[in-house]
């Protein structure tokens, strides 16, 4: 285990990082995914971006082609062969380095009137070279069946070369990427899968309606916001009044874009509450204590005419360190907010967990010592009784009643009512015992919660975060310690340690990027 102050993106090893296999499950198998297939179209010229993954490492490649000449489809074809020579660069063993290369690509409508599209790879290794073809049935869009086809062509030897590097690495064999395909019985047991995952939309919009306000960001790919707009909030007000300004602030922020630049593709909703996210619908919402079952995400579909989706801040918080962040490029992340209560997101195979699969707070309540302090809902020994930070202010309180010497109280004027947690994080870096005490027994018991869930779901990275940010650090440096002697050293010996990194525009750039791909 780790801690990472920043990383700027996939290091060029990683995938040698995350071992192909696991100890318990032997050798895994290459999971080749299709991340996003962008395309940009100009008068003269189009661009395609494509994004694969393999075993958690992401990977892009482009390609440029003249508007008049070149099917986008094609580009796209292009922009993943590209991709997987990127790729091959960074994860080669030693030289030479395999060589893919795009040759032909071809459209063509079968007897039963099915469309195909086909694609030659050639791959060359050293002197030697093969030429491959692989094919993919059009479903929904040609470019995304032109990536596939690609992928279908040298998919299996990429995972027989990998295979074939990890052997070199651990025994001494040299990688030989033609040795492989049909006649291989373990590239046949081992070829990757392939997925499409909806078209990626960006710009994008990102909602955040809280009872503090009203935030709408139009988000592009980088994660830049384009225009913004803000609307003030109120609790205690119909449901129809502030999807209206939410609404309204949505118009604001289209209306703030460029108007010759490109139009959004989609929005995402942002809402704390219970959801039901492929619903659209807000079950309850501890900030609107009228909201009962409310269709969030038809008023915005209606009216923008956009595929809308549902998530809470969290969620969005968590996605955005996952594409623009902190844990930039990781595919497995666990995020854990510490407020009054404690939230977690999870990010698996880099996508949310949907709601109401895990339901916001609930996580909070995993009782992590029988017979504990009583909770707000009735148990006793939840998670948040012990870590939240009612529970950090809590035992400074205690501490300082019981006459321990602490400059906390007089810090806040001699009124426990005014200790914030911004004060105790002061205090302590300043050298007051009580305060290090709390913020340290604190830590402990988040450690705990947190290597509970770490050993159920396996993350890369595990992101603390908190109000004031310096509360969330300071939290996840006490927690350290607990969390090496507490978590199975297997489980987070690959994982890192991270402090958000977005502040607070990242529940409007996560909302967007998650709309942008995976909005339905
Ligand atoms: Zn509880």
Redesign the pocket.
């Known amino acids: 285990m780790q801690t990472r102050a920043k990383q700027a993106g996939p290091e060029p090893h990683r995938a040698h990082a995350f071992p192909v296999g696991s100890e318990a499950a032997g050798p895994a198998v290459p999971r080749l995914i299709i991340h996003a297939v962008e395309l940009t179209v100009g008068r003269d010229n189009c661009e395609a971006r494509t994004t694969l993954s393999l075993n958690s490492h992401r990977f892009m490649g482009r390609a440029v082609g003249r508007a008049q000449f070149d099917e986008p489809w094609q580009l796209a074809a292009a922009a993943s062969v590209d991709a997987m020579q990127q790729y091959l660069q960074q994860s080669a063993t030693g030289p030479p380095t395999p060589q893919v290369k795009l040759l032909d690509t071809a459209a063509l409508t079968t007897g039963i009137g099915q469309d195909v599209i086909s694609a030659v790879v050639r791959i060359s290794h050293g002197n030697r070279q093969l030429d491959l073809i692989g094919s993919a049935l059009v479903r929904n869009d040609r470019s995304h069946t032109a990536v596939a086809a690609a992928l279908d062509a040298v998919s299996r030897p990429l995972a027989s070369y990998l295979l074939a590097a990890k052997r070199d690495s651990e025994d001494g064999f040299q990688p030989t990427i033609l040795e492989i395909g049909p006649t291989s019985s373990e590239a046949r047991a081992r070829a990757p899968e392939t997925e499409c995952p909806p078209q990626v939309r960006f710009p994008a919009l990102g909602v955040v309606i809280t009872a503090a306000a009203i935030r709408t960001a139009a988000v592009d790919r980088d994660g830049r916001v384009l225009a913004e707009a803000r609307r003030a909030s109120r609790a205690r007000v119909e449901p129809e009044v502030t999807l209206g300004l939410a609404l309204q602030s949505v118009r604001e922020a289209l209306a703030a874009l460029n108007s010759s630049g490109p139009r959004p593709g989609a929005i995402g909703v942002a809402v704390p509450g219970s959801l039901h996210s492929q619903d659209g619908v807000c079950i309850s919402c501890g900030d609107f204590p009228a909201w009962r079952d409310i269709q969030i995400t038809a008023p915005f579909a209606d009216e923008f005419g956009l595929p809308t989706a549902l998530l809470s801040p969290t969620q969005a918080a968590a996605f955005a360190e996952t594409c623009f962040g902190a844990a930039q490029g990781l595919a497995d992340v666990l995020y854990v907010r510490v407020g009054i209560d404690i939230d977690v997101a999870l990010v698996l195979d880099g996508r949310l967990l949907p709601l109401p699969r895990m339901l916001p707070g609930q996580p909070?309540?995993m009782v992590i010592e029988a017979g504990g302090p009583r909770?707000?809902?009735?148990?006793s020994g939840?998670w948040?009784?012990l870590a939240g930070r009612e529970a950090l202010l809590a035992r400074v309180v205690k501490a300082v009643r019981r006459g321990a010497p602490s400059a906390v109280a007089a810090a806040a004027g001699g009124n426990f009512g005014a200790i914030t947690p911004g004060y105790v994080v002061r205090m302590a870096a300043s050298g007051d015992a009580v305060a290090r005490g709390a913020l340290e027994e604190t830590g402990r018991y988040l450690a705990i919660g947190i290597a509970n869930l770490a050993t159920l779901f396996s993350p890369q990275a595990i992101i603390v975060d908190s109000s004031p940010a310096s509360l969330g650090k300071a939290l996840l440096h006490a927690a350290e310690g607990t969390l090496k002697s507490t978590a199975r050293a297997r489980v987070l010996s690959q994982c890192v340690l991270l402090s958000p990194e977005l502040g607070d525009s990242a529940p409007l750039l996560g909302a967007a990027a998650w709309a942008a791909r995976c909005a339905p």
């Open positions: 909070g309540h909770c707000a809902c009735g148990q939840c948040q009784a």
